[in-house]
Nanobody
Framework: QVMLLETGGGLLQTGDSLTLSCTASGRTSDIYTAGWFRQLPGAAREFVAGIRWDGSRAFYAESAEGRFTISRDNAKNTMNLQMNSLKPEYTAVYYC?????????????????WGQGTQVTVSS
């Protein structure tokens, strides 16, 4: 079993920067790719960014490209999502995810492991 725990959410202001962290535990050897989804108020969960668990390749949703940076710390078994120049439209619950496959699906239905989520609220 894989457990994922997000930390780092909170109440921010427009223009702030924030780094979300995800710590994996349990059968972390089952994780091949990982990433972040988010769920805006009243909307479905959407893919934000992904990364190979060995940190060898990162990929982003178009909305995140150039704005967010995903990274891995192998020594700490963590994954981070750095978000700069925060905007109110980034307000959402952010979920850490993991999967055994080599291609993290952008469809949340096909993603195996989920954290509980962390709320990020950006005020104007």
């Amino acid at each position: 079993q894989v457990m994922l725990l997000e930390t780092g959410g909170g109440l921010l202001q427009t223009g702030d920067s924030l780094t979300l962290s995800c710590t994996a535990s349990g059968r972390t050897s089952d994780i091949y790719t990982a990433g972040w989804f988010r769920q805006l108020p009243g909307a479905a969960r959407e893919f934000v960014a992904g990364i190979r668990w060995d940190g060898s390749r990162a990929f982003y949703a178009e909305s995140a490209e150039g704005r967010f940076t995903i990274s891995r710390d192998n020594a700490k078994n963590t994954m981070n999502l750095q978000m700069n120049s925060l905007k109110p439209e980034y307000t959402a619950v952010y979920y850490c995810v993991g999967d055994q496959s080599g291609a993290l699906s952008s469809n949340p239905r096909y993603v195996q492991y989920w954290g509980q989520g962390t709320q990020v609220t950006v005020s104007s």
